[in-house]
């Protein structure tokens, strides 16, 4: 029962997690599954894959599992990698287009490292070379052939 603040006492706690089965599952690692576990982690494979090999050789688990399990491995010693926030490094600003560049239409996909500006002498008035104006220019009602 919560006291007069609304806190719960560790007795409460514990027994809240012996009543939902929470306790359980913590006891189900093994060396074999916690030496996956940290193979994976440590090799850079995303939490979510790591967890659904662990559910194919019979840990059923969840990403959170993985990740929650890995911290307290490293928390207690173990050669557990920090993970990486996944995040990808922005690409290398563009530079901005003045007056006197080219033609300004990207060739290649326009996130790619591959990608280009065709930089071929622009049409007054626009961004663009004759042959990619004509590209993306439409008339009203035309159709894309």
Known sequence: MPDTKGNYSTDDYVAVRRKTGAHKHEDKWTQHHEKVLIEKW????????????????????????????????????????????????????????????GCRFIEGHPTGQDSDYCNATRVLGSPYCAEHRARTIRKPGEIEA
């Not at 993970?83 to 563009?94: H, N, Q, S, Y």
């Open 42 to 101: 440590n090799a850079g494979v995303p939490a979510s894959l790591i967890a659904s090999h662990l559910t194919s050789i019979g840990y059923p688990s969840t990403k959170n599992t993985v990740i929650g399990r890995a911290n307290r491995l490293r928390r207690d010693g173990a050669n557990v990698a920090k993970k990486r926030t996944g995040r990808k490094a922005a690409p290398a600003p563009r530079p901005a287009p003045s007056a006197q560049e």
